[in-house]
Every structure is written in C-alpha cells, then in structure tokens.
C-alpha cells in the first residue's frame, strides 16, 4: 500500500474493502486539518466522548463542524463502563434528539469510546454511518481501523459487537501530547504487535528506536503510526470478518483477555495484558519448535524496553486462565485456537499445540 501524501506533515491510506471502503488520514493537527465534515452525510451529527477527552478536544471538533446539528453523549472513563449500560446512554440520546438513519456518530476518544460507538452506529436503526477520531495511541494503531466494534460483557470481553467499518478514521497525531505515559506504552504493545505477526523489519526499527517512541518523538511516532495502519489495514483488506487471516491481529489476546476478564476490566490495561500475552504467544511457539529461544527473548526485551510487563499477575492461577481462555472467540467446534509465531514476522493461528505446553506457559 503506497501512503499519498496530504499536507507536508500528513499522509491518507486506504483500508481497501470495495464499496466499504475508506480513508485514514494521519498526522499533526488532523482533526482541525482533514475537513471532517465532508465525510457527515446528513444535517445532524452525535458526537460520542468521554469525561477525560471532552475538555481536551471536544471544541477543537465542533468547531470544525459549523453547520451541522451537533449532539453530544459524554460517558464516564474507563474499561469498566464498556458495557450494554453505558451503550443504552447512546441509545437514549439519539433517540431523544431524533437522530435518523442519516445522522453520523463521531468517535473521539480511545478503543473503548470507539468500539461503543461504533457498535451503537452498527446498531442504532440497523445502521447509522460513523468517523473515528482516535486520541490513544493504541487507538490510532490498531482499534479505530478495521471495524471491529463490541461492548464487554462480564463474563467475557468484547462478548457483544459487530462488524461495521466506518466511513473515515482521522488520526491527530498531535492529541498524544496529553496522554498519560501508561496510556502510552500499552499502546506500544499493539505497535511491536505487528513487528512480531507480519513485519521484522519494522520489529527491528522498533528495538532501534524505542527510546525516541518513549519520547514521543515526533518524526518517529509518525512512522510507527504509519507502519501500524499500513500493516493493519494489509490484513483487515484481506479478510475483513476475520474468516482466516486476520486473527493473527489477536497475537496474545487470548491470554490478555483472559487478565483483563479476571480483573473485571478494572486492572492492567488493555495493552498491559497484550504484552504479557504477546510474551507468552511467543514461550508456547518456542515449546511448539517454531520459535528460536532468541527470538523470545528479543520479544520479551522489546516488551520491557517499553515499560511493559512480561509477567502475568501473580494472583492468577492456570485453572484461571483455562476457565477464562475456553471462551475465546476463535474458540472453533469446543477446540482452542491460539495465534503462535514462526519467528519474528510470521504468525500462524493454531489449535496443533500440546496441552502440557501451554500449562508450563501458565504455571
Ligand atoms: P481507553 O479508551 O480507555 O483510553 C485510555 C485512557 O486515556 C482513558 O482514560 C482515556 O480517557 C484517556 N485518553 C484518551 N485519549 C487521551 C488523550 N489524547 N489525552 C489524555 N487522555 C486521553 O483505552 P485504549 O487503550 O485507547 O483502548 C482500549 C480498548 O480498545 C479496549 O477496550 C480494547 O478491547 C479495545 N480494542 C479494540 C480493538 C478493535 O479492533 N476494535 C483493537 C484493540 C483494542
Ligand atoms: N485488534 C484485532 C482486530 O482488529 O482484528
């Protein structure tokens, strides 16, 4: 995928999906920038933020959007509020402002304000189009692109959801200057993400410059969010619903999610758990023969480089993990699927693993 460039300091990529196609513009001062208003198709727009962001950018946004009925749902922050609860508050307001089917939500915020309203756009009168504005990292990496929207469900992450891409993804580079570092760096996970599924070349690049990432050097988060999107959109462009391929999006997820579950959404981070699982992808493709010991270690190395954990939580058990990991979504037929590596570049989704190796994974 060739970028083209915009401005001097912004470049647009496609996510290629036919009549489902569409732009994500990335760079400095996009959301002021990208003339978001041409992707809002009707008169009324719903803009979907939360408590933390609204002070930030929420102005920034509406000025950019004269002319258009604007609504706003301002939801409380926080992992723990992804729920069919807080959805309903969408709901509700859309319905008491006599929103349509043309109206437009706009995402601002990170995965968990992007997955909500993206699910309440893939359901609200059967569908309503949507923007993501994504302001974490990790949301400009990898949630706001690809249309996988969902709300957690107690017993289970990201339980309830569709897929429902959405008309634009308009990436300000320039609002990671407020996240918090901890936000940051579990970002960082789903960016060595895609150096260890499909790019070890960028995983180099990544060891080579994870300080300047650290500190948010421009110059080099730019190309990380450019490489990420590009690797994102390669997979999501080849299998959209996640038939085949696109679930080696879900390295260490499985393991991750299993964390975020058992500390009832309110523990590490969503990138945190990534990270720890990411390591633990890596242990079980080693003991499965496919993974020189080297190579984890490279992958642990990154991970701490980064500031992020190698170590599950010491409070949880193998039978923890094994009850929370049977219901997985790439749980096929009662059978376990895991994504594995073949090295640092190439990933695999496997149920071909022995069971006494993922129990010395989990003990
Ligand atoms: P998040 O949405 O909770 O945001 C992290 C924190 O940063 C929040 O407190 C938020 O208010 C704050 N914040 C956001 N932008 C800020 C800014 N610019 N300045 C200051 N503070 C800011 O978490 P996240 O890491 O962005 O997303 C995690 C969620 O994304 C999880 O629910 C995960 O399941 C989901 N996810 C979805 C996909 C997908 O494909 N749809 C992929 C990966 C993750
Ligand atoms: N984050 C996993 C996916 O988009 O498929």
Not at 78 to 83: C, P, R, V
Not at 143 to 148: E, H
Not at 342 to 345: A, E, N, P, R, T
């Given at each position: 995928m060739n970028p083209s460039a915009t401005t001097a300091s912004a470049i647009s990529l496609n996510v290629d999906l036919g009549d489902r196609s569409y732009p994500i513009h990335i760079g400095s001062g996009q959301i002021s920038a990208a003339n978001i208003a041409q992707y809002i198709q009707g008169k009324k727009a719903l803009i979907v933020t939360n408590t933390s962001i609204a002070p930030l950018y929420l102005r920034a946004l509406t000025d950019q959007l004269q002319g258009v009925q604007i609504d706003k749902v301002i939801l409380e922050d926080?992992?723990?509020?992804?729920?069919l609860e807080n959805l309903n508050k969408i709901f509700t307001a859309m319905i008491e402002g006599q929103h349509d089917r043309k109206t437009t939500l706009i995402a601002l915020g990170g995965g968990v304000v992007g997955d909500m309203t993206g699910f309440a756009a893939a359901s609200y009168q059967r569908g309503v189009p949507f923007i993501q504005v994504p302001t974490t990292l990790l949301a400009q990496v990898d949630?706001?692109?690809?249309?996988?929207t969902a709300v957690n469900h107690s017993l289970g992450k990201n339980m309830i959801g569709a897929f429902y891409q959405p008309q634009a993804v308009i990436i300000d580079t320039d609002t990671l200057s407020t996240l918090p570092d901890r936000e940051f760096r579990a970002g960082l996970a789903e960016v060595i993400k895609y150096g260890l599924i499909a790019d070890a070349e960028f995983f180099a690049w990544l060891e080579q410059n994870a300080q300047a990432l650290l500190d948010r050097d421009s110059k080099a988060l730019a190309y990380a969010i450019q490489r990420s999107c590009i690797n994102k959109a390669e997979v999501v462009s080849a299998d959209e619903t996640e038939q085949g391929i696109r679930a080696i999006l879900n390295l260490g997820h499985t393991f991750g999610h299993a964390i975020e579950t058992f500390q009832q959404y309110r523990g590490w981070l969503h990138g945190e758990a990534v990270a720890v699982g990411m390591v633990m992808a890596a242990q079980l493709s080693a003991l499965a023969g496919n993974m020189a010991a080297e190579d984890v270690e490279r992958t642990k190395n990154l991970i701490a480089l980064c500031g992020l954990p190698t170590q599950f939580p010491e409070n949880m058990s193998r039978d923890d993990f094994m009850a929370l990991m049977v219901r997985d979504k790439k749980v096929l037929d009662g059978q376990l699927r895991l994504v594995l590596l073949?090295?640092?570049?190439f990933a695999t989704v496997s149920a071909d693993f022995e069971l006494n190796w993922l129990e010395q994974v989990l003990t």
């Open positions: 926080g992992e723990q509020y992804k729920n949630s706001s692109v690809g249309g996988k073949k090295g640092i570049g």
